[in-house]
């Protein structure tokens, strides 16, 4: 007899895999949208667009969790888009979406850039680091859309070179990221120069906290709630492993484990700006070809290093958790946590920058003593043990030991005989 499909997945608890029958075409969204959401390639609506987009259509403040990857930009925007289309253009901010960092502000004015091809919609993108004078003047011509980050945002409003008074479409992405980051009063100074009665309100967060409750009650109408699950667990295609190691052991693991990985791209996380500047400049020395983001570069490093990494030009990033959230880079075959994260969710949104479109990935962690109570916290939030590994040689050492760091002065390592054609890849 033949066992139903469905009742095989029961018997061995597999879940479902979420299917939406929805089409584009069922949204609501019009035909030149549609042509576009086809020149994308866009077969059909993800989780988070199927349910978003028609209660956008219809007028509803939404709050929806979503992580980044799901197609949660383009739930928004294409919407709104929609909403735009009859005009007027250029006159005034009709659309302002405000996001943690400049590289999600700058991936989200992109797409709206992408989706609004065939719009006369002007869209514009404000963030730190780069100087006022060509947003002034973007500004000034007029703009209908705005991607921005709070600091610069706000620093136009009090130069007086925009105005929000009109804005209808507000949207908060990543609103857990913004408040960790500090952004309270900001977003909350920038909801309050919102002040169109009219204004539908749209929050994006992984998490909903004290704080964001607050926000939502203050400041969405009748929200709907969407939730299409938040994977707290990294995604199955991803295999992670921790490495205990001593502290000052942790640079020469990481050059073990470079050597032994296969080609791919690697972002290597650490939790502090001078220690990811370390971490890379040491890389370099070894002729690893690598690049390095945080918030201490100027915007231009920010932009070259993410474009090499992206590019291929450069096969490793050294990063800050910067890079862990919103940064939608499809061919990243590697992470590696220098430092355990702090906090718990970052791991798992670090984690998710490898392992995706159902590509395979590999996470490793490298696990210092003083760390292991973040590793226990990051494995009751996931609900999972971690399996341990260790690397011939390095051992769990726990007395400090004290040794020279790497400078510019020492002769370099001679690669073992584990180098691997990822390591001689690596070479300048
Ligand atoms: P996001 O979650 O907005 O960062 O989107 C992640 C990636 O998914 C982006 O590269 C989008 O272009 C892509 N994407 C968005 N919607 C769809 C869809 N319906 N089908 C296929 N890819 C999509």
């Known amino acids: 007899m033949e066992v139903p499909y469905k009742v095989v997945l029961l018997f061995l608890n597999i879940p479902r895999p979420k299917i939406t029958y929805m089409t584009f075409k069922d949204t609501g969204l019009n035909a030149e949208l549609l042509k576009v959401i086809e020149a994308c390639g866009f077969e059909n609506p993800t989780p988070i667009q199927a349910q978003s987009i028609p209660q956008i259509l219809s007028g509803k403040d939404v709050i929806g969790s979503a992580q980044t990857g799901t197609g949660k930009t383009?739930?928004?925007a294409l919407p709104i888009?929609?909403?735009?289309?009859d005009g007027p253009f250029n006159e005034k901010v009709r659309c302002l979406v405000i996001g943690p960092t400049r590289e999600l502000a700058a991936q989200i004015k992109e797409q709206f850039v992408l989706f609004g091809s065939k719009?006369?919609?002007?869209?514009?993108l404000l963030h730190g680091g780069v100087p006022y004078k060509a947003q002034n003047e973007a500004l000034s011509s007029g703009v209908d859309i705005i991607a921005a980050t709070p600091g610069r945002l706000l620093d136009h409003v009090k130069n007086k070179t925009i105005d929000?008074?009109?804005v209808e479409y507000l949207v908060m992405d990543e609103v857990d990221r913004m408040l960790d980051m500090g952004f309270i009063e900001d977003v909350t100074k920038i909801i309050r120069k919102c002040t169109n009665k009219n204004r539908q309100t749209l929050l994006f967060s992984a998490t909903v906290s004290d704080s964001i409750k607050r926000i939502i009650a203050n400041n969405l109408k009748d929200p709907v709630e969407i939730n299409i699950g938040i994977q707290l667990s990294p995604a199955s295609t991803v295999k992670h492993e921790v490495y205990p190691i001593g502290a000052l052991q942790k640079f020469d693991l990481l050059i073990a484990l470079m050597e032994n990985m296969k080609e791919g791209s690697t972002i290597i996380f650490c939790r502090m700006k001078d220690g990811a500047d370390r971490v890379a400049r040491w890389l370099k020395e070894r002729e690893f070809n690598c690049t390095v983001m945080h918030s201490n570069l100027s915007q231009k490093?920010?932009?070259e290093s993410l474009r090499d990494f992206k590019s291929g030009a450069a096969q490793i990033l050294?990063?800050?958790d910067i890079a862990s959230r919103g940064l939608d880079i499809a061919s990243v075959t590697h992470v590696v946590n220098y430092d355990v994260p702090e906090h718990s969710e970052d791991y798992v949104h670090r984690i998710g920058r490898t392992g995706r479109a159902q590509k395979e990935g590999?996470?490793?962690?490298?696990v210092a003593l003083d760390e292991m109570s973040h590793l226990d916290s990051i494995e009751k939030l996931i609900g999972m043990h971690i399996p341990q590994r260790r690397l011939e040689g390095f051992n769990y050492i726990q007395e400090?030991?004290?040794r020279e760091m790497p400078s510019e002065n020492q002769p370099r390592r001679r690669r073992n005989s584990r180098s691997s054609q990822f390591g001689r890849r690596r070479k300048a």
Not at 81 to 85: D, E, G, I, Q, T
Not at 119 to 124: D, E, F, I, L, M
Not at 362 to 366: F, G, N
């Open 74 to 76: 383009a739930a928004f």
């Open 81 to 85: 888009l929609h909403l735009l289309k």
């Open 119 to 124: 719009s006369p919609s002007k869209v514009c």
């Open 164 to 166: 929000l008074s009109d």
């Open 301 to 303: 490093l920010r932009e």
């Open 318 to 320: 050294v990063a800050t």
């Open 362 to 366: 590999d996470a490793a962690t490298l």
């Open 400 to 402: 400090p030991i004290i």
